[in-house]
Structures are given as structure tokens and as C-alpha cells.
Nanobody
Framework: VQLQASGGGLVQTGGSLRLSCLASGFSIGYTAIAWFRQAPGKEREGVSCIRTRDSSTKYTDSVKGRFTISRGNAKNTVCLQMNSLKPEDTAVYFC????????????????????WGQGTLVTVSS
């Protein structure tokens, strides 16, 4: 099982980035795929999650209306479209997968996830 996150970079405030998480070694059907982020000196934070069996999604309050999680056009890919980026969005972004059932209230709990990608750095300049 491997997850590969990509798409990070440097962008100005108000700009957009699209992160991709490519899963290999398993099918993302009937899983939950989530994006977490960790800024320097801060705890890892759940950003968004999609539960593939019913396409349910969840977002942390600070990104609602700006970020959109979806299954990508490529097989076994989940994307995070990030618009209207702010300096406080600066962090390393990780994708993670839960291969067991996950309830809505736990979708952004990092303890529920089994496998993690290596992270991709997003830097938003002011």
C-alpha cells in the first residue's frame, strides 16, 4: 500500500493549487481518503475527507467554501482543489487512507487512518 501526494508549491494569497493523492497496491473503492496538514510548530490537522462508498465529504471549518475534495479523473486518485489560498494554509499536506469503515464524525481524526503519504509542501505568500 502506497500513497503519493503531489501538487504542492508556492502561490500568492488568493491563488489556487490542486493536490493529488495517487494510491497504489489497493483500490480506493470502499475506503476513506483524507488530507491532513501540518504547519511548523503546530499539530497535524484534518483538512478534508471523502468516503468513496457514498461520496460523503467533510471539511474543517477554515477551508469550507474554498477547498473541494473529489475523486480524480485518473484511477485511484483523490484530488484537493484549493482556491482562495491564505497564508495560514501554508503547511505540509499529507494524504491518508482508512481501509476500514469510518463514521462521519471521525473522518478528520488522524487516528482512524492506516496509511500515509509522504507529504507535499504548500506555501502561500502574503
Amino acid at each position: 500500500v502506497q500513497l503519493q501526494a503531489s501538487g504542492g508549491g508556492l502561490v500568492q494569497t488568493g491563488g489556487s493549487l490542486r493536490l493529488s493523492c495517487l494510491a497504489s497496491g489497493f483500490s480506493i473503492g470502499y475506503t476513506a481518503i483524507a488530507w491532513f496538514r501540518q504547519a511548523p510548530g503546530k499539530e497535524r490537522e484534518g483538512v478534508s475527507c471523502i468516503r468513496t462508498r457514498d461520496s460523503s465529504t467533510k471539511y474543517t471549518d477554515s477551508v469550507k467554501g474554498r477547498f473541494t475534495i473529489s475523486r480524480g479523473n485518473a484511477k485511484n486518485t483523490v484530488c484537493l482543489q484549493m482556491n482562495s489560498l491564505k497564508p495560514e494554509d501554508t503547511a505540509v499536506y499529507f494524504c491518508a487512507v482508512s481501509r476500514s469503515g469510518i463514521i462521519t464524525s471521525s473522518m478528520l481524526n488522524p487516528n482512524m487512518y492506516d496509511y500515509w503519504g509522504q507529504g507535499t509542501l504548500v506555501t502561500v505568500s502574503s
